[in-house]
């Protein structure tokens, strides 16, 4: 039987370590569905148009490194407002989420519209202060410079696109669980979900 986890939320708001030690805790598959979108946002940097590149997409051929950077998150976030780009990306969402064995995919619309029908739906947000806080150590680690307060602007911005489309904006599910990760470490937000996943399951 299949399980399925859905976690939405906004840039930076965990829910990316989150998912990531939850599969790893119960044996799900992942999918960073951020990842497709960013791939999109790469092309229409390259010159391709993102219909046709969503269309075209390998799927088994993502570089989180190439993909994880604030240029290609901006790109990303535009073509996700194109309504063909999204479409062209559901049904490869889906078939992941029927993965036997249990899948846990997070993004901003699975809980909403890719997997309204999930087993464990949940929202994770942050203040933006601490997500900027959190992206801005993670992509100065990775050696790009850039500062804070550029940090938070594309956070900010990009937040403000993904909730306001038309098409599956960010929000949460209405049977979705809010967790706050503002004053919560990642190990303690983890715990939380493990115990959620645990008595749904
Ligand atoms: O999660 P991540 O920051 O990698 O996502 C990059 C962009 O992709 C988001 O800002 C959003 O516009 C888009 N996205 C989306 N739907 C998803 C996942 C990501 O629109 N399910």
Same mark, same amino acid.
């Given at each position: 039987m299949a399980f399925t986890v859905a976690i939405d939320g906004p840039a930076a708001s965990g829910k990316g370590t989150i998912s990531r030690e939850i599969a790893a805790f119960f044996g799900f598959e992942h999918l960073d569905t951020g990842l497709l979108y960013r791939a999109v946002g790469f092309r229409l940097l390259e010159g391709i148009e993102p219909i046709e590149a969503a269309k075209t997409?390998?799927?088994?051929?993502?570089d989180p490194d190439a993909l994880r950077t604030p240029d290609v998150a901006q790109a990303a976030s535009k073509v996700a407002a194109i309504p063909e780009v999204r479409a062209a990306l559901v049904d490869f969402q889906r078939a992941f989420a029927t993965r036997a064995g249990g899948a846990v995919l997070d993004g901003r #619309?699975?809980?909403?519209?890719?997997?309204?029908?999930?087993?464990v739906k949940l929202f994770v947000i942050a203040s933006p202060e601490v997500r900027a806080t959190r992206r801005h150590k993670e992509l100065v680690e990775k050696g790009l410079e850039v500062s804070f307060d550029e940090v938070l602007a594309d956070v900010l911005e990009r937040d403000a696109r993904d909730m306001n489309?038309? #098409?599956?904006?960010l929000k949460p599910a209405e049977d979705a669980l809010v967790i706050d990760t503002t004053d919560l470490s990642i190990a303690d937000a983890v715990a939380q979900v493990v115990e959620i996943i645990t008595e749904a399951g």
């Amino acid at each position: 039987m299949a399980f399925t986890v859905a976690i939405d939320g906004p840039a930076a708001s965990g829910k990316g370590t989150i998912s990531r030690e939850i599969a790893a805790f119960f044996g799900f598959e992942h999918l960073d569905t951020g990842l497709l979108y960013r791939a999109v946002g790469f092309r229409l940097l390259e010159g391709i148009e993102p219909i046709e590149a969503a269309k075209t997409l390998d799927m088994s051929a993502l570089d989180p490194d190439a993909l994880r950077t604030p240029d290609v998150a901006q790109a990303a976030s535009k073509v996700a407002a194109i309504p063909e780009v999204r479409a062209a990306l559901v049904d490869f969402q889906r078939a992941f989420a029927t993965r036997a064995g249990g899948a846990v995919l997070d993004g901003r #619309d699975i809980g909403t519209v890719i997997c309204p029908e999930a087993n464990v739906k949940l929202f994770v947000i942050a203040s933006p202060e601490v997500r900027a806080t959190r992206r801005h150590k993670e992509l100065v680690e990775k050696g790009l410079e850039v500062s804070f307060d550029e940090v938070l602007a594309d956070v900010l911005e990009r937040d403000a696109r993904d909730m306001n489309r038309q #098409d599956a904006p960010l929000k949460p599910a209405e049977d979705a669980l809010v967790i706050d990760t503002t004053d919560l470490s990642i190990a303690d937000a983890v715990a939380q979900v493990v115990e959620i996943i645990t008595e749904a399951g």
